[in-house]
Every structure is written in structure tokens, then in C-alpha cells.
């Protein structure tokens, strides 16, 4: 099954801040918009920042001003610094990938946990 392919989850303190990165394959074609969901168990997933084709961006409320969503079209990577980091933000964080073909991919989940 192809997937992306997350990195930079981990333990952090409260205040802090962390970099999730996520690369497309190559046998992924037609990205048009890239983001980042999360999830805590007992919970549904929940959107956290997109960023499309041509670079607009859109976040969750709870993030904005700490989080920022950019992509590298060459690399076929989208990122997400997280900044302020707080005990809330710990959660499972997934990559979501939409092609033109209407095609969704998910990657397998990096945790992050922020201590208090």
C-alpha cells in the first residue's frame, strides 16, 4: 500500500516546538492539497493545517499563530512547525494527501506528546 512518509514526532516540553515532515513517493501523482490531522484516542481526527497547490493555507483555530504549514513542491514534502507547544497538541499526527484523481492518502501516524 503506498503511503507518505512522516517524520519529527517526539516528547517535548511545554513551550516548545517541534518539525513534522511528510514526503510523497514518487508512484504518487497529481498532489494538489497537502495537511496535517491529529488524533487522540476516543476522538475523532480532526483537521489541523492544509496548504494547496498554490500555497494557500488553512488552520484549526486552536493553532493558529503557533502553527505554520509550508510545502516544497520539488521534494514532494509538506512540513509543519509547531511552535508554543502545549499538553493539548499531544496527539497522533497524520499526513493527508489529495490528488486530482480524487485519490486520498494517508501516512501511518508520529506522535507527539507535550509535556506539562
Known amino acids: 500500500q503506498v503511503q507518505p512518509v512522516e517524520s519529527g514526532g517526539g516528547l517535548v516540553q511545554a513551550g516548545g516546538s517541534l518539525r513534522l515532515s511528510c514526503a510523497a513517493s514518487?508512484?504518487?501523482?497529481?498532489?494538489?492539497?497537502m495537511g496535517w490531522y491529529r488524533q487522540v484516542p476516543g476522538k475523532q481526527r480532526e483537521l489541523v493545517a492544509t496548504i494547496t497547490d498554490v500555497g494557500s493555507t488553512n488552520y484549526a483555530d486552536s493553532v493558529k499563530g503557533r502553527f505554520t504549514i509550508t510545502r516544497d513542491n520539488i521534494k514532494r514534502t509538506v512540513y509543519l512547525q509547531m511552535n508554543s507547544l502545549k499538553p493539548e497538541d499531544t496527539a497522533v499526527y497524520y499526513c493527508?494527501?489529495?490528488?486530482?484523481?480524487?485519490?486520498?492518502?494517508w501516512g501511518q501516524g508520529t506522535q507527539v506528546t507535550v509535556s506539562s
Open positions: 493527508n494527501l489529495k490528488t486530482i484523481w480524487r485519490v486520498t492518502y
Open positions: 514518487g508512484s504518487i501523482s497529481g498532489i494538489n492539497t
